[in-house]
Nanobody
Framework: QVHLVESGGGLVQAGGSLRLSCAAS????????MGWFRQSPGKEREFVAF????????DYADSVKGRFTISRDNTKNMLYLQMNNLKPEDSALYYC?????????????????WGQGTQVTVSS
């Protein structure tokens, strides 16, 4: 079992940047594949990015590719999401998630553990 806590959200203008963090505890962090998901009011939770155990492989939703970067530091049990050139449509509650199971890593149902979310609001 792993406990996840997101931080770093806030209010920014379009074109600005934010760096989200996810602190993991209660488990062996390096054993988990980690993902970021987001959810806006009235919409389903959607995939943003994932990163493998060591950070050697990652993937992004087309909507954020080239603007967002996922990374992890296994020595600190930390996951990050650097978000640049933010757009109003990026506004959402952002969640980090963990899975120890290989599968379709864009699928939110694969992930076993979730943080409480951190709000990102991008103004126009």
């Amino acid at each position: 079992q792993v406990h996840l806590v997101e931080s770093g959200g806030g209010l920014v203008q379009a074109g600005g940047s934010l760096r989200l963090s996810c602190a993991a505890s209660g488990g062996t962090f390096s054993r988990y594949i980690m993902g970021w998901f987001r959810q806006s009011p009235g919409k389903e939770r959607e995939f943003v990015a994932f990163i493998d155990w060591s950070g050697s492989s990652d993937d992004y939703a087309d909507s954020v590719k080239g603007r967002f970067t996922i990374s992890r530091d296994n020595t600190k049990n930390m996951l990050y999401l650097q978000m640049n050139n933010l757009k109003p449509e990026d506004s959402a509650l952002y969640y980090c998630a963990a899975t120890s199971t290989l599968g379709t890593l864009r699928d939110k149902y694969l992930y076993d553990f979730w943080g409480q979310g951190t709000q990102v609001t991008v103004s126009s």
